[in-house]
């Protein structure tokens, strides 16, 4: 059984910086695309960013773009989000998610239905 597992959320004044941890076990991450989404009071849940198995190479939602960081470090099977220059609509419950296909072709396109075992979330609140 997959479980991911995040940690490091916290409150941060505006403009500061933040990372998140995903930890996972059960499933080696080597061969599976990783993502990060996002959920903020009474709206849905929204894709972030993610890293590619193969390379490492990433994609993020345009309003996060140049600001957060997705790396991995498969021998921990750990994923990171660094978040800089954060603003109070960053607020949100930050989830951890692992691919749900091995070897899977890129798409920087991805959506929730590419992923399939999430973590429990970290809250992450940006005051003004």
């Known amino acids: 059984q997959v479980q991911l597992v995040e940690s490091g959320g916290g409150l941060v004044q505006a403009g500061g910086s933040l990372r998140v941890s995903c930890a996972v076990s059960?499933?080696?991450?080597?061969?599976?695309?990783m993502g990060w989404f996002r959920q903020a009071p009474g709206k849905e849940r929204e894709f972030v960013g993610q890293i590619s198995w193969s390379d490492g190479k990433t994609s993020y939602a345009d309003s996060v773009k140049g600001r957060f960081t997705i790396s991995r470090d498969n021998a921990k099977n750990m994923v990171y989000l660094q978040m800089n220059s954060l603003k109070p609509e960053d607020t949100a419950v930050y989830y951890c998610a692992a691919g749900g296909v091995p070897f899977r072709q890129w798409s920087a396109q991805s959506t929730e239905r590419d992923f399939d075992s999430w973590g429990q979330g970290t809250q992450v609140t940006v005051s003004s």
């Open positions: 059960g499933r080696t991450i080597r061969w599976y695309d």
